[in-house]
């Protein structure tokens, strides 16, 4: 009985089987069957292969980050934090991605699945999602302070602080998002189409009694303040950082010719080099879904639902796609940039190979020691023979 209350507020819109009314419209660039199929190639052969990637590569960048020689370094204490967070992105989306792939052996148990992921599963995604955005973020801004006043970099960027800032960013974004708990969640009930009780998803009368606040949440400060916002600084920190190297080169060349100072240059650069990498990468894989953002802000219609809903779905799938490349690119970068990295990982893989031909040339060289202990006392006795 405790439901049937809940019952009321059930959203008409979902798990209708009824004809959308935006279905059918001269101005619609995208048919619903397109977007079903290019969902569906996306969601069942695209993003599951880059997921499991992806994690391999960020749980092998967590531990090699946070191991005791490199967590000193502030940057790096960012970057392991980074692969923590980008880890459990990957996760989320991977069960939410699921009911396409149990599809192909249970349709109900998917659809299950899919109805349960649909409530607090999809905010937990949103978190880390948005976490790494701001992660970056917060990159550019080291690099800012390092290139911009590197005299004072150590001073102002210690590791002490760089943990209150991580701190203070994820309790942010949480802080922010975590309403999302209270506007929906999932129900069980007897389905007699299935013969079975399954879950629906429904707003809450929270939601219900304040719609036109939480769409406003929902649709407009959310995105602005969690995609545009971050997106928007990054390219302008980007720029500058970019800038501001160049005339660093151009300066050195021209008035020093110490060998210290260009070492320095050097290695600044190549730290600075692979973090501009790290986001570039997030750029171009970030900015499609930034782009259909604005448009989702330029016109009410582009959305779930609205006149132009397959279009919305069909592009939201595309910046899926950029979102889970950006998370799994980062050990690549590591990779082929950063030495002390590549040199740890190759270590880490290379030790049980090491173990073992030691082992093996151990057993080796005892075996060449016990022949050549017996021939030396072979010829011992027939020393000791001819001497008496």
């Known amino acids: 009985m405790a439901w049937n209350n809940t019952l009321l507020y059930q959203n008409a819109t979902t798990n209708s089987t009824e004809p959308s009314p935006y279905e059918h419209s001269e101005w619609k660039l995208i048919t619903k069957e397109v977007a079903d199929l290019m969902k569906s190639i996306i969601d069942c052969y695209i993003i599951p292969p880059i997921i499991l990637i992806g994690l391999i590569g960020n749980i092998l960048s967590l531990i090699i980050l946070?191991?005791?020689?490199?967590?000193?370094?502030?940057t790096n204490i960012i970057l392991a934090y980074l692969a923590l967070i980008d880890a459990l992105f990957l996760t989320t989306m991977f069960l939410r991605k699921m009911p396409c792939l149990v599809a192909k052996f249970d349709a109900v148990?998917?659809?299950?699945?899919?109805?349960?992921?649909?409530?607090?599963?999809?905010?937990?995604?949103?978190?880390?999602?948005?976490?790494?955005?701001?992660?970056?973020?917060?990159?550019?801004?080291?690099?800012?302070?390092?290139?911009?006043?590197p005299m004072k970099v150590k001073i102002w960027v210690t590791p002490k602080r760089i943990c209150l800032v991580l701190a203070l960013v994820t309790l942010v974004v949480v802080g922010y998002l975590a309403v999302g708990f209270s506007l929906m969640t999932n129900i069980w009930y007897y389905d007699d189409q299935y013969n079975r009780t399954m879950p629906k998803w429904i707003r809450m009368p929270i939601y219900l009694n304040n719609k036109e606040f939480f769409d406003a949440y929902?649709?407009?400060?959310?995105?602005?303040?969690?995609?545009?916002?971050?997106?928007?600084?990054?390219?302008?920190?980007?720029?500058?950082?970019?800038?501001?190297?160049?005339?660093?080169?151009?300066w050195l060349k021209d008035v020093t010719h110490s060998t210290r100072d260009v070492n320095d240059d050097?290695?600044?650069?190549?730290?600075?080099?692979?973090?501009?990498?790290?986001?570039?990468?997030?750029?171009?894989c970030v900015l499609p879904g930034a782009i259909n953002t604005l448009f989702m802000l330029a016109d009410y219609r582009y959305r779930y639902p609205g006149l132009f809903q397959d279009e919305y779905r069909a592009f939201t799938s595309l910046g899926t796609v950029g979102d889970v490349i950006n998370s799994s690119a980062n050990f690549f970068v590591y990779v082929a940039q950063n030495k002390k990295f590549s040199v740890v990982l190759s270590k880490m893989f290379c030790r049980h190979r090491t173990i073992a031909t030691r082992t093996r040339k151990s057993d080796t060289s005892d075996s060449n020691l016990t022949g050549t202990s017996k021939l030396s006392k072979s010829i011992s006795s027939i020393v000791d023979a001819g001497a008496v």
């Open 66 to 74: 946070s191991g005791r020689r490199m967590r000193c370094y502030t």
């Open 109 to 149: 148990t998917a659809k299950i699945i899919d109805l349960i992921m649909l409530a607090q599963p999809l905010i937990f995604e949103f978190i880390f999602g948005r976490l790494s955005c701001l992660l970056s973020l917060v990159i550019c801004c080291e690099r800012f302070i390092a290139v911009f006043y």
């Open 218 to 250: 929902n649709f407009i400060a959310r995105p602005i303040i969690f995609r545009l916002l971050p997106v928007s600084l990054v390219l302008i920190l980007y720029l500058a950082i970019i800038l501001q190297m160049r005339r660093r080169t151009k």
């Open 266 to 284: 050097t290695e600044l650069r190549s730290l600075t080099k692979m973090l501009m990498t790290i986001v570039s990468i997030f750029i171009m």
